[in-house]
């Protein structure tokens, strides 16, 4: 019984001194979420968000002004994408907006007028970007 009491205070002598350099592995970096944007804010978005038409701007841009920006549930941009197809004669089984809604439901915002915001403005900011890339266009007389 006595070596046991020993035994046990020698290993709370050793546990005692014991003090690893770290406790668990260093913490890392979280990858850019910039992918390549060169200006502050812009987020990256999925590849279902980008390169984005401007046929497709409009129709999702008429999607969110109809269920109101301050929308935050699919049901109600649902809702607001049927209303948009049918008025704009297109194929109410039509799945590629569908998917580019459900990809942008996905995105960190308060609602889906700060959602489509973002998404909006890398566009933009992408889409100005290559205009400012192209040569300016000579005409001749």
Same mark, same amino acid.
């Given at each position: 019984?006595?070596?046991?009491?020993?035994?046990?205070?020698?290993?709370?002598?050793?546990?005692?001194?014991?003090?690893? #350099?770290?406790?668990?592995?260093?913490?890392?970096?979280?990858?850019?979420?910039?992918?390549?944007?060169?200006?502050?804010?812009?987020?990256?978005?999925?590849?279902?968000?980008?390169?984005?038409?401007?046929?497709?701007?409009?129709?999702?841009?008429?999607?969110?002004?109809?269920?109101?920006?301050?929308?935050?549930?699919?049901?109600?941009?649902?809702?607001?994408?049927?209303?948009?197809?049918?008025?704009?004669?297109?194929?109410?089984?039509?799945?590629?907006?569908?998917?580019?809604?459900?990809?942008?439901?996905?995105?960190?915002?308060?609602?889906?007028?700060?959602?489509?915001?973002?998404?909006?403005?890398?566009?933009?900011?992408?889409?100005?970007?290559?205009?400012?890339?192209?040569?300016?266009? #000579?005409?001749?007389?």
């Amino acid at each position: 019984m006595y070596a046991l009491k020993l035994k046990g205070a020698c290993l709370s002598l050793i546990m005692h001194r014991f003090q690893p #350099t770290r406790a668990s592995p260093p913490i890392k970096e979280p990858p850019s979420s910039n992918c390549g944007a060169s200006e502050p804010g812009q987020e990256f978005v999925a590849p279902e968000l980008q390169n984005l038409s401007p046929d497709d701007i409009d129709i999702l841009d008429a999607v969110i002004q109809r269920a109101g920006s301050a929308a935050t549930t699919f049901f109600t941009i649902f809702k607001a994408y049927s209303d948009v197809l049918q008025e704009r004669g297109l194929d109410p089984q039509e799945v590629i907006y569908y998917g580019k809604l459900l990809k942008l439901g996905t995105l960190k915002g308060r609602n889906w007028g700060e959602k489509w915001g973002m998404v909006k403005a890398q566009a933009e900011w992408v889409s100005l970007s290559q205009s400012q890339l192209e040569p300016p266009s #000579t005409s001749f007389l």
